[in-house]
């Protein structure tokens, strides 16, 4: 594809037009000498531009660092910006790309967007498409309009996410929408190469990403600590598997996104929080608050092709209801798309709301969970033929990395006797939860 990412240029302060006295820079001062961090930003600010003082950039990123070490965000995009141009400090995009990183994962939609540019790049960061797609998701989720549309290039082009082109066209026509140059010229150039369906398709996407989007920001002033109103429904659906201690094995993107997290076991909800991730994996660990309940995690010493599976979790449960559902296949690939190491291809029917939701062998032994589906309309544009019920999940070898990092979860030797099917999935059900976000 001939659009790479677009990079803005970022304001880095912003002060008011307001009169300025001795006595303001006085009292501004002396709440920052304190180690008021909001303080310390706004004298930033002053010092930066010069509005009322004379500019001193030394000075400006000064109060910046102590407000950035506080956990100020602002202030962490601002020194990421000034080590990015080298702007008052020795240029250097490791340091950049750290600092940003710092306001990513504090939810700044502009870091989370310059992270992800940067991983596309190999800027400052060792290049990698993943990340990449994962940080302008979460920066396009929040609604930044260049994030979008450099999304829509991930998908396009297959780079850190399945290539598909709906899903391309979709993220062009919600960046256009919201004054992203680069994603309306991507939207109108590669319209011409869909099919009418596609086209279609990429418009009714594009409307439920816009509901989801703004679905979300009504959600967004909840406290994760408040009980939700009845009116307030799930953003999402996942599936996940509660094992020994309390605590849920899923998808990391089932959650990453999420204000709180709910899990539905033994019909109750339960608060939950994330305890450990793999991003680079995909695989989230949740801690349940109200219980240590949970399954008793084995693995199997090898899985081979044509091994039976099934699976069982909550394919849209706002269609299909609340109750487990069991689909049963095998594998029939030792790899993933495009021989991606990290999965295995699956037979098993699966549906939105399945991921996260645990693969068992026929002994009870957890295969992986299940993660991606391969996308038809993609499919049938790339190769002229209507694949079905091609599916993904991540191996087990993945998971027990992340599993051996907390203390406790036990892992049990692999299990050969044979049981009877209808027994070992009455059995499993019981720790097979809804991952519920909000």
């Given at each position: 594809?001939?659009k790479?990412?677009?990079?803005?240029?970022?304001?880095?302060?912003?002060?008011?037009?307001?009169?300025?006295?001795e006595?303001?820079?006085?009292?501004?001062?002396?709440?920052a000498?304190?180690?008021?961090?909001?303080?310390?930003v706004?004298?930033?600010?002053?010092?930066?531009?010069?509005?009322?003082?004379?500019?001193?950039?030394?000075?400006?990123?000064?109060?910046?660092?102590?407000?950035?070490?506080?956990?100020?965000?602002?202030?962490?995009?601002h020194?990421?910006?000034?080590y990015?141009?080298?702007?008052?400090?020795?240029?250097?995009?490791?340091?950049a790309?750290?600092?940003y990183?710092?306001?990513?994962e504090?939810?700044?939609?502009?870091?989370?967007?310059?992270?992800?540019?940067?991983?596309?790049?190999?800027?400052?960061?060792?290049q990698?498409?993943?990340?990449?797609a994962?940080?302008?998701?979460?920066?396009?989720?929040?609604?930044?309009?260049?994030?979008?549309?450099?999304?829509?290039v991930?998908?396009?082009?297959?780079?850190?996410v399945?290539?598909?082109?709906?899903?391309?066209?979709?993220?062009?026509?919600?960046?256009?929408?919201?004054?992203?140059?680069?994603?309306?010229?991507n939207?109108?150039?590669?319209?011409?190469?869909?099919e009418?369906?596609q086209?279609?398709?990429?418009?009714?996407?594009a409307?439920?990403?816009?509901?989801?989007m703004?679905r979300?920001?009504?959600?967004?002033?909840?406290?994760?600590?408040?009980?939700l109103?009845?009116?307030?429904?799930?953003?999402?659906?996942?599936?996940?598997?509660?094992?020994?201690g309390?605590?849920v094995?899923?998808?990391?993107?089932?959650?990453?996104?999420?204000?709180?997290?709910?899990?539905?076991?033994q019909?109750?909800?339960?608060?939950?929080?994330?305890?450990?991730?793999d991003?680079?994996?995909?695989?989230a660990?949740?801690?349940?608050?109200g219980?240590d309940a949970?399954?008793?995690?084995?693995f199997?010493?090898?899985?081979?092709?044509g091994?039976?599976v099934?699976?069982?979790?909550?394919?849209?449960?706002?269609?299909?209801?609340?109750?487990?559902?069991f689909?049963?296949?095998?594998?029939?690939g030792?790899?993933?798309?495009?021989?991606?190491?990290?999965?295995y291809?699956?037979s098993?029917?699966t549906?939105s709301?399945?991921?996260?939701?645990?693969l068992?062998?026929?002994?009870?032994?957890?295969?992986g969970i299940?993660?991606?589906?391969?996308?038809?309309p993609?499919?049938?544009?790339?190769?002229?033929?209507?694949?079905?019920?091609?599916?993904?999940?991540i191996?087990?070898d993945?998971?027990v990395?992340?599993?051996?990092?907390?203390d406790?979860?036990?892992?049990?030797?692999?299990?050969?006797?044979?049981?009877?099917?209808?027994?070992?999935?009455?059995?499993?059900?019981k720790s097979?939860?809804?991952?519920?976000?909000?």
């Amino acid at each position: 594809m001939k659009k790479l990412f677009c990079l803005l240029s970022i304001v880095v302060g912003f002060v008011p037009f307001v009169s300025f006295s001795e006595t303001d820079m006085d009292h501004l001062l002396k709440r920052a000498q304190q180690g008021n961090a909001q303080s310390q930003v706004e004298l930033g600010d002053y010092y930066w531009d010069g509005n009322g003082v004379p500019t001193n950039v030394v000075e400006a990123i000064k109060w910046y660092r102590r407000a950035a070490e506080q956990g100020n965000v602002l202030a962490q995009r601002h020194l990421g910006y000034c080590y990015r141009e080298g702007s008052g400090v020795e240029l250097n995009l490791e340091t950049a790309s750290g600092w940003y990183r710092r306001a990513a994962e504090n939810g700044d939609a502009v870091a989370q967007y310059i992270l992800g540019v940067s991983y596309y790049a190999g800027q400052g960061v060792e290049q990698d498409y993943k990340e990449a797609a994962w940080w302008c998701r979460l920066s396009a989720e929040q609604g930044y309009a260049e994030a979008q549309s450099n999304l829509g290039v991930c998908y396009y082009n297959g780079r850190g996410v399945l290539q598909d082109y709906v899903e391309a066209y979709a993220w062009w026509l919600v960046a256009a929408m919201n004054g992203s140059n680069l994603g309306a010229e991507n939207r109108d150039v590669y319209k011409n190469s869909l099919e009418s369906e596609q086209i279609a398709a990429g418009h009714a996407r594009a409307e439920e990403l816009i509901a989801n989007m703004e679905r979300k920001k009504k959600n967004s002033s909840i406290r994760s600590d408040q009980i939700l109103p009845g009116d307030i429904a799930p953003s999402g659906f996942g599936s996940g598997l509660l094992v020994e201690g309390g605590y849920v094995l899923t998808c990391w993107h089932v959650v990453d996104t999420a204000k709180k997290i709910a899990i539905s076991y033994q019909g109750k909800d339960f608060p939950a929080s994330v305890f450990q991730k793999d991003t680079r994996n995909d695989i989230a660990i949740l801690r349940v608050e109200g219980t240590d309940a949970g399954v008793a995690l084995s693995f199997p010493d090898s899985v081979k092709l044509g091994t039976p599976v099934f699976t069982m979790g909550f394919p849209h449960p706002d269609l299909q209801g609340s109750n487990v559902k069991f689909t049963a296949g095998t594998i029939s690939g030792l790899t993933g798309a495009q021989d991606a190491p990290l999965y295995y291809q699956i037979s098993v029917p699966t549906q939105s709301g399945n991921s996260g939701g645990p693969l068992f062998d026929e002994y009870g032994n957890l295969v992986g969970i299940v993660a991606a589906k391969l996308n038809s309309p993609v499919a049938l544009a790339s190769t002229g033929d209507l694949t079905q019920n091609v599916n993904y999940a991540i191996k087990a070898d993945y998971l027990v990395l992340l599993l051996r990092t907390v203390d406790g979860i036990k892992i049990q030797p692999h299990q050969t006797k044979p049981v009877k099917m209808l027994g070992l999935v009455e059995e499993l059900k019981k720790s097979v939860v809804m991952v519920k976000v909000y």
